[in-house]
């Protein structure tokens, strides 16, 4: 059970956070600038300046890589000059023509070495995020192109390190614009708006926390950066909070009547006679829908003008009316970084994660 107390005392959160993970998640600003720092002494930029390639391969693995990989191809899918495709091993097809991207926490990956190894014989341009050692680097070395992380956090929180990589790969071949440099930025001031020291009421991502704690998260996507958003949401909440989300676009979520039913009747307030203890709850956590938008214009409008008829009393998280000026990168990462911190902070005020903060059960 979550003990929502712990969220507004910060000795308690910090406390319980013995393995230092709310200071680990607000590193996303770190980690972009050094991935840029790293990219900029290897001479990605040039080394990239191959002009248009056949194709770009995204190589996804088990871990944050995977929504960082389905982000940007959401983010390249509008106008993209070449074909993305998202395999996760090298495609039998590869050539000298193509461009291969991957990120992995695990240096010991031997199904990507031995796929990568394949690329970089075959004359792939290989760009491979992952740490320094093991037969991982060891199959593009001196033939690839290699980001190691600068900045040592758990594998489970090296979303912002992925996606900067990949952001870097695809502006580098002309592929995607956007600020990269000025995405640090907007990262560390969410980690501002979400730490510790910041009460729940001003506190996005433990007001999140609390909107999402003892329900069941229907993550849906009114754009298609919104739903790989929402994965890595997901993956975060699982991770952290042991809580299970369901995640669709929110035209697939209208696809399924009796779930899209559930979450219009999940909106409403519980029975506040309502005695966790002793009442059994047979159907589980009920379900809370939480849209999120990350594009804006005109498609978006449409889809939220649906969303307010069918469901008037769900959540609807929109980065871009919060930012000025902010691209459709900046508000995804923000959104992704805010659902990490709720998952954190659920995590420690449930004892799912950490350690002192956890509270004693009750005496009966």
Request: net charge negative; hydrophobic share 50%.
């Amino acid at each position: 059970m979550l003990d929502d107390t712990v969220l507004d005392d910060p000795q308690r959160l910090s406390d319980a956070d013995t393995g230092g993970l709310l200071r680990a998640v607000a590193m996303g600003g770190a980690q972009v600038r050094s991935t840029i720092e790293a990219a900029q002494e290897l001479e990605l930029a040039e080394r990239l300046d191959i002009g248009r390639p056949r194709s770009l391969v995204i190589v996804v693995r088990p871990g944050a890589g995977l929504a960082a990989a389905q982000l940007l191809t959401a983010l390249l899918a509008p106008a993209c000059p070449v074909p993305v495709v998202v395999s996760d091993v090298v495609p039998p097809w590869i050539g000298a023509l193509d461009v291969v991207l991957a990120h992995t926490d695990d240096p010991y990956d031997r199904d990507l070495a031995a796929s990568l190894e394949r690329a970089a014989r075959y004359g792939a341009t290989v760009v491979l995020s992952a740490p320094p050692e093991g037969p991982v680097a060891s199959s593009v070395a001196g033939r690839g192109l290699l980001l190691s992380p600068r900045i040592v956090v758990p594998p489970e929180l090296s979303f912002p390190r992925a996606l900067t990589a990949g952001l870097l790969t695809a502006g580098a071949l002309g592929l995607l614009v956007c600020d990269v440099d000025g995405l640090a930025d907007r990262l560390d001031g969410e980690a501002a708006r979400g730490h510790l020291d910041q009460e729940s009421f001003v506190n996005p991502a433990k007001s999140l926390a609390l909107r999402i704690a003892d329900r069941t998260p229907l993550l849906w996507g009114l754009d298609h950066a919104a739903v790989a958003v929402g994965q890595h949401a997901a993956y975060a909440l699982g991770a952290h909070a042991a809580v299970v989300a369901d995640v669709a676009d929110y035209r697939q979520a209208l696809a399924r009547p009796a779930l899209h039913t559930a979450a219009a009747r999940g909106g409403d307030e519980r029975d506040i006679f309502a005695d966790p203890d002793f009442d059994e709850v047979s159907a589980g956590a009920p379900p809370r829908a939480l849209l999120l938008s990350v594009r804006t214009g005109p498609a978006t409008d449409s889809a939220r003008y649906r969303v307010n008829e069918t469901l008037p009393a769900a959540d609807v998280l929109a980065p871009a009316e919060e930012l000025v000026d902010a691209d459709d990168v900046a508000c995804a990462a923000v959104l992704a970084l805010r659902f990490e911190l709720a998952a954190v902070y659920l995590g420690l005020a449930a004892g799912t994660i950490g350690g002192a903060g956890r509270v004693a059960p009750r005496s009966v």
